[in-house]
């Protein structure tokens, strides 16, 4: 889980965005990006093949606090949405410390929803993780589209075990902060009990 680096007094932790092709996961790490001061942020590396993409950065946010006199940075992945790179998402899963599941809001997308949450929980136990243990929320992405299902709908398909969600329009940044921000505090909450 989370990497304690004692010679600059940080606990690194990683979040992983999870979800279908096209869900909106790397607009949110795009919007994180762009909105985090620059001397808060590392470099955004972009791995890439032919149909494929991977994003990556970390950041040290100033407002959560420390805990025992370590900062906390936080290094936020995306994975990628088509099954068939089920191996590089399995890779970018190993050491998690909290799970974002980015759902597409529409309606023509629910069956590669529900296909990608199963696809986390069966790469998670492979892991050995247990994704109703791990921090986690789910976010409803795209929810400006005209074919976007009820919140109440989605929540009944994607959240069974009402874990924290959130709507949101990535590509204007509406409900990616509060996304990250509860994610992240999840994370801590689960460093403080285990320090």
Known sequence: MSFINYSSREINCKLVYYGPGLCGKTTNLQYIYNKTREDAKGKMISLATETE??????????SLGEIRGFRTRFH?????????????????????????????????RMEANIESLENLRENLTEQGYELDKLPYCVQYNKRDLP?????????????????????????????????????AKQVLQELRKGS
Request: hydrophobic residues 45%; negative net charge.
């Open 76 to 108: 936020l992945y995306t994975v990628p949405g088509q099954v068939f790179y089920d191996a590089s998402r399995k890779l970018i899963l190993k050491g998690v410390d909290g799970v974002c599941f980015v759902a597409d809001s529409q309606l023509e």
């Open 147 to 183: 074919s976007a299902v009820p919140v109440e709908e989605l929540s009944e398909l994607l959240n069974p075990t009402k874990v924290p969600e959130y709507e949101a329009i990535a590509t204007t940044g509406q409900g990616v902060f509060d996304t990250l921000k509860a994610l």
């Open 53 to 62: 993409r991977t994003l990556f950065f970390d950041f040290l946010p100033l």
